[in-house]
């Protein structure tokens, strides 16, 4: 079975510049979360959805930020325009319930220079 | 303002020892609690969880144990293997509710380092 897919897997890209990552989660899982892992800050939680709507975005750092999941199967994590500061590795996670096991794609680390 | 906490940044063991991960939470409504097992350059991968209810659960080497009292909460490895070394994570989550319901927060990591 796919786990939970992301693209890209890196990404380089110049301050002021628009940023989409991707995400497929596990077909069947109702729950998509997008995590960011910093070294300050660790893995936190930035938004997630049930059944393709936003359920709570209070992570997401500012309006720089939006996340979308058009369907059951695909979420972009969108930042424009993106700042050196949003370096980080951004994670997606599906899960069956919202209490259940998360299962995590292998990241996108994305460099704003 | 950090709920879960994981106080040691590494731990090196021996091959074959115990490894013991050690976390704390502040937050009383989490009531359950997991393990992610991390590599570099891939996502986290779920070890072992343990509900509120139980002070104990294990699963072949790994057992985590749980101090509600203390909000503390333990991830013994027996016997230590190399392949063993990574990130381990550990996270709660709070399942009868609150603002923290479901919503997984993450302890910062240990990097554990098996030697053989």
């Known amino acids: 079975d796919a786990g939970v897919i992301q693209s890209p897997r890196h990404e380089v890209t110049e301050m002021g510049q628009e940023v989409t990552l991707r995400c497929k989660p596990i077909?069947?899982?109702?729950?998509l979360f997008w995590y960011r892992q910093t070294m300050m800050r660790g893995l936190e939680l930035l938004i997630y959805f049930n059944n393709n709507v936003p359920i709570d975005d209070s992570g997401m750092p500012e309006d720089r930020f939006s996340a979308k999941m058009p369907n059951a199967s695909f979420s972009t994590l969108k930042i424009q325009p993106s700042e050196p500061r949003d370096s980080a590795v951004y994670f997606c996670a599906s899960s069956q319930r919202i209490t259940g096991e998360l299962f995590f794609g292998e990241g996108s680390r994305l460099t704003v220079l | 303002d950090q709920q879960v906490k994981q106080n040691s940044p590494s731990l090196s063991v021996q091959e074959g020892r115990i490894s013991i991960l050690n976390c704390d939470y502040t937050?009383?409504?989490?009531?359950?609690f997991l393990w992610y097992k991390k590599y570099p350059a891939e996502g986290p991968t779920f070890l072992i969880s343990?509900?509120?209810?139980?002070d104990k659960n294990e699963d072949g080497r790994f057992t985590v144990f749980l101090n509600k009292s203390a909000k503390h909460l333990s991830l013994h490895i027996v016997p230590s293997q190399p392949g063993d070394s990574a990130v381990y994570f550990c996270?709660?989550?709070?399942?009868?509710?609150?603002?923290?319901?479901?919503?997984?927060?993450f302890g910062q990591g240990t990097i554990l380092t098996v030697h053989p």
């Open positions: 077909s069947g899982h109702d729950y």
């Open positions: 996270a709660a989550s709070a399942r009868a509710g609150g603002t923290s319901y479901g919503k997984l927060t």
């Open positions: 937050n009383s409504m989490f009531d359950y």
């Open positions: 343990i509900s509120s209810i139980k």
